[in-house]
């Protein structure tokens, strides 16, 4: 395989049949071979995604000092790690490179102060000091929670050979972490890691280069930039509880063009402390404690993301 396969959300919203189309067969087998693909005819108008990256880029190129105003240690949510503002070498994906060069900004879906974790209100900056960044953000994230997440979940279903809205309990009140991240010219990387949520969307600027890589069963690739789509890649929580059929996906970056990368990676879990069972036992898992492992992991433990430590 030398590029992503390509998936039509508007075919996948298709439930005229039961046993689903020739589109969930394909969403199927790309799971089961590569758990990595490109989202087309999502929907999502492409001048906010451009106000939205426009807007991330003029907050990142802010003075240092103004930036951290809006730093983790200023949130209230807990753990404060999952909102904010994070300097270079602040996250580490690998622990076997170290601290990745790149500036992130967490936020989430907006919820009144919660005692749960990943719940509550961040700490952004408002129009006055980084103009559209937080109403582009929060206008992005309502359109993909409603015009991406529900349809890519019900074609997973169909996919799994369960009815469409066998998922739909489990994501009443999602979990997203929903980050902008800035790669500065020449130097930036995300060491290699997998994801822990059920999948991610990720949306990345148009470059001729990409600076994405894949890890396909042939080994890595680069995931070139297409327009007008969204990178999908699945994460623990639904290797967890596809019970190893659908596997997730290492990747990394590695940015060396002359100019500063931005991309916006949206991170979806389900409801608080749902409980997966793997299909076809009776184990259980506690979505929360496998994301409050994943955070110590990476902010505190510093040995990586998701199954970055199986990694070489």
């Known amino acids: 395989m030398n590029s992503l396969p390509i998936i039509s959300l508007e075919k996948l919203k298709d439930l005229s049949f039961p046993s689903g189309n020739a589109e969930h067969k394909r969403l199927y087998e790309t799971c089961l071979e590569h758990g990595f693909f490109y989202l087309k005819d999502h929907g999502i108008p492409s001048e906010l995604v451009q106000k939205t990256i426009d807007a991330s880029r003029n907050f990142f190129e802010l003075p240092e000092e103004t930036k951290q105003a ?66 582009s953000h929060y206008q992005l994230q309502g359109e993909i929670l409603n015009k991406v997440v529900p349809p890519l979940l019900q074609g997973l279903a169909v996919a799994l050979d369960q009815e469409y809205n066998w998922f739909d309990p489990y ?41 994405l890589r894949v ?6 690739i680069d995931a070139e930039c297409l327009e ?27 940015h060396t063009l002359p100019h500063n990368r931005v991309s916006i990676p949206i ?13 076809g036992t009776n184990k259980t898992i506690n979505s929360t404690d496998v994301m409050l492992d994943n955070f110590q992991s990476i902010w505190v433990d510093k040995s990586g993301s998701g199954r970055a430590q199986e990694l070489t």
């Open 70 to 135: 809006y730093s983790q240690d200023k949130q209230t949510v807990y753990p404060k790690t999952s909102r904010g503002y994070s300097p270079l070498y602040g996250e580490t994906l690998n622990g076997q490179t170290g601290a990745d060069p790149k500036e992130v900004f967490d936020l989430g879906v907006e919820r009144l102060p919660s005692d749960k974790p990943f719940t509550g209100k961040t700490v952004i900056p408002d129009d006055q000091v980084a103009p559209g960044f937080a109403s």
């Open 267 to 279: 991170f979806v879990f389900p409801n608080h402390n749902t409980l997966i069972q793997p299909m």
């Open 228 to 254: 007008n789509t969204f990178v999908i890649n699945l994460g623990d929580m639904l290797q967890y509880w596809t019970n190893g059929l659908f596997v997730s996906t290492a990747h990394e970056v590695i």
């Open 171 to 211: 994501f009443e009140d999602p979990i997203l972490i929903h980050r902008t991240v800035y790669y500065p010219p020449k130097a930036g990387s995300a060491g290699k890691h997998t994801d822990t949520g059920i999948f991610t969307i990720l949306i990345q600027e148009y470059f001729s280069t990409p600076s």
């Open 215 to 220: 890890y396909a069963k042939e080994g890595w």
